[in-house]
């Protein structure tokens, strides 16, 4: 297999790319994985995500760390970032935001495992953390601590 193969397919990666107005118009694109006899780890980690109060139009932040253990299939990540900015004019709450990123990455990449650290910063006063997986982590990959402190505010 050769690299001109497996990267045949992109639309997005070395072109200009606008920003998807809503999550459900972004295009994830993945690639066949070409380690796919390893097992490893790749971590994603989107320490200014954007997204919008459903309710108020304010603005919510997170930091987000996305752990998977790729099948065949890794996310393209210029496709990732433009699926994660396509929340910065979406109205959800922290919880759905995060579970909803997670599901569709899993839709689309099939992987062993994967999980998603959503750690929002405070609104109304109250941080808000989640956390969502495909169930146990794989017992023969290293699967380090996310690295995010609980928020301390001025500590």
């Not at 006063?125 to 995010?148: E, L, R, S």
Request: aromatic share 12%; net charge negative.
């Amino acid at each position: 297999m050769t690299d001109e193969n497996i990267y045949a397919g992109l639309t997005q990666l070395g072109a200009t790319s606008a920003i998807p107005a809503a999550p459900e118009q972004a295009v994830l694109e993945r690639v066949q994985n070409p380690q796919g006899d390893s097992r490893y780890m790749v971590r994603f980690t989107a320490p200014e995500f954007t997204s919008l109060c459903p309710m108020t139009g304010q603005p919510d932040f997170a930091h987000l760390v996305i752990d998977y253990v790729p099948g065949d299939w890794l996310v393209e990540s210029k496709s990732l970032k433009l699926y994660l900015t396509s929340f910065r004019n979406h109205g959800a709450f922290h919880e759905d935001c995060t579970v909803a990123i997670g599901r569709r990455l899993v839709d689309l990449l099939e992987p062993a495992w994967l999980r998603i650290g959503g750690y929002w910063y405070p609104r109304g006063g109250i941080p808000i953390d989640v956390f969502w997986q495909t169930g146990a982590a794989p017992k023969d990959v290293w699967i380090p601590d996310q690295g995010v402190p609980g928020y301390r505010g001025r500590g």
